[in-house]
């Protein structure tokens, strides 16, 4: 294969229907003919055609293109995108402008060549010019990405994760098969991948195209939280995407399935296909888990009924027969889910249990899905709780950047007893991980409120397993008289139960604003947040009251609430450093989410006497100190964990001075804060009111319309997600699987 570079100087034919173009093309030598599939071609621009030369019998010599890629050095776009895009140190967007509007096209060649020139444009001297220069050189093949790849919509960030991936061999991977992205680049998809597809001329019936798409389809549904789709859902949702006819589709499958990429799984004459990872985890974890309940526990020849009067003399406690049941499941069953609301004593029944085993000799391991909930149960339990993640000691596999469990069947985790709390909030595939990790004797319990919002990944674990009937479940329902003064845990009960609420009684913990507009609403938020809460109960603006909403869009979404938040609670201030970013400014002093697990994240206090790894999808933090120098922004986390974020790795960080309720799953907050307003229906439901009110523990304060409050109580659809796991359950204890 041979490349060339030019200019398109004319279209002398272009076939609607296919895309085969037949152009003229200038380069440095000569001006040529070019022939191919390039839909997009226009003449003017500036490409890099890969092909072979051909002869055609009345045409003579042409160049037959098998694919091209735009070329833009010369792009005015595409040299303010690489010059804002902060990877040269000392120009920012303004700066950036300036320069292309004193030097045009030319800007990169004085940059190069004569960058004393620079000193023409206001803001810039000598010392300035160096440290360009010296940047610029650093960047020579990132340069090239980001110039080259702008025009697509690719951001710089994404443009360095490529360069990061394929080295000099990105703009090659991009001109072969773009859909390589898709699969092996983090934050690029399909989408994107795409969109540079039909730009260099690949064909929209390409396997490559229709297999990705398809894969695309399957992804995005476990967003929904779905670990297979059915196969008539599947076809029809990858037609609209891809906009081919439906048997493209259909090969498509097939070509996946021999690829062992997708499982295709027959269900009563209905074809469900699972990702391959989806499938033999959502199997696994219910051959773990049968294993686990059927096989035979150590019997510890202890009086249960004794043990508990025991705990409840020296706790000064008086267990409920629900509880006293759920402590004796948990000592009898080598599996047991123990689930209930607030109020009714999940914690100590917990404790209680704890207690028994370890009065036994019996060595427990507790855990929780996410950092801020394994601290919780590490305060109410005065017993140490890790993560998941932790306690299966995730890490890099050997000789390969792919992490890991270390803690599997071959090494289980070294326990007699394991309680897992927050269950709702795990997927199936830390589900599976885990089980895998249990040795088989091991007491394992889960803790859980099923009714709160299901897991932000696919599966809906902990439901399913009680549908099921197949695991020991115990449901504590009786709300404790000290519970019953907090209208919070009544009106949990009460959302729960359909039912209307107690809404502003006086020296209580629960109110409702009523507010009209979003406008309205907005501004009520602001002035409860910055001022009438703090003044008023003495709450610290930042750290304990937390706005929680279900949109992420409008007046009242997440995106406007923190805009106009930080505003007031963390204004701009001379002596703060700030940054912008992504359209967002990070500021000293602003409170931030890390929106995605970060298992290699390194932190240490600031003092350095303790340091770790790990910064996990939901942990709040709060700026700490910008270094504009080292292009750095530093967060402190949990008070005294310290971790640093170069600017390239900002986008794991997002403003909290509100956040959504499925992003505060696990946490708590002395005060939550909740606007009340239209939503589509599925955020209109009565378990995400529930978990957002149940996020407080000392006062929440709901702002809005009572209208949308009303349909929120009175729509218990819970979005159904197509997981196989109870039916699987029930057919692995019915048709004996397990033995077979």
Known sequence: MEKLQGMVSDIVFKNEENGYTIASFANENDEITIVGCMPTLSVGESIEIEGKWVNHKIYGSQFEVQSFIPVTPSSLEGIYVYLSSGMIHGIGEKMAKRIVDKFGVDTLDIIQNTPERLTEVEGIGMKKV???????????????????????????????????????????????????????????????????????????????????????TLNQSLGSGHTYLPKKILIEQSVKILGVEPKYVENGIMDLACDQKIHLENMSGEILIYLMMYYICENGVCKEIVKLSQHETKDLHINIEEEIRIVEKEDEISLANNQILAVKEAINNGVTIITGGPGTGKTTTINTIIKIFENNDQKVVICAPTGRAAKRMSETSNKEAKTIHRLLEMGFATDSDELVFFKDEEDPIDADVIILDEASMVDIILMYNLLKAVKLGTRLLLVGDSDQ????????????????????????????????????????????????????????????????????????????VSERLPKFYKFDKLKDIQVLTSMRKGDVGVTNLNIELQKYLNPPNKYKQEEQFAKRIF????????????????????????????????????????DKDKKTVFALFDKIKIASYKYDELDELDHSFCTTIHKSQGSEFPVVVIPIVWAPPMLLSRNLLYTAVTRAKKLVVLVGDVKYLEQMIKNNRINDRYSNLSYKLNKFIKEGLLSK
């Open 130 to 216: 160096k440290q360009i220069q010296e940047s610029y050189e650093e960047n020579r093949e990132l340069r090239n990405i980001i110039i080259q790849l702008s025009p697509y919509g690719i951001t710089p960030n994404y443009c360095l994760r490529i360069y990061k991936k394929y080295k000099d061999k990105s703009l090659e991977v991009i001109n072969k098969n773009p859909y390589r992205l898709a699969e092996e680049v983090r934050g690029i998809g399909f989408r994107i991948a795409d969109d540079i597809a039909s730009k260099i001329g690949i064909d929209k019936y390409s396997p490559d195209r229709i297999m990705q798409g398809i894969l695309f």
């Open 587 to 626: 500021r000293v002093g602003d409170k931030v989410m890390q929106i995605r697990n970060n298992y290699t994240k390194k932190w240490e206090t600031e003092d350095k006497s303790d340091s770790g790894e790990g910064i996990y999808n939901g942990d709040i933090g709060y700026i700490f100190h910008i």
């Open 453 to 528: 919002l299901p897991s932000v990944g696919a599966g809906n674990v902990l439901k399913d397993i009680i549908d099921s009937n197949v695991i020991r479940t115990v449901r504590l329902n009786e709300i404790f008289r000290q519970a019953r003064e907090s209208m919070i845990v009544v009106n949990a009960h009460k959302i729960n139960n359909g039912e209307p609420l107690f809404l502003n009684v006086k020296n209580k913990d629960f109110f409702f604003l009523r507010k009209n507009t979003n406008e309205e609403i907005l501004n009520e938020i602001i002035g409860l």
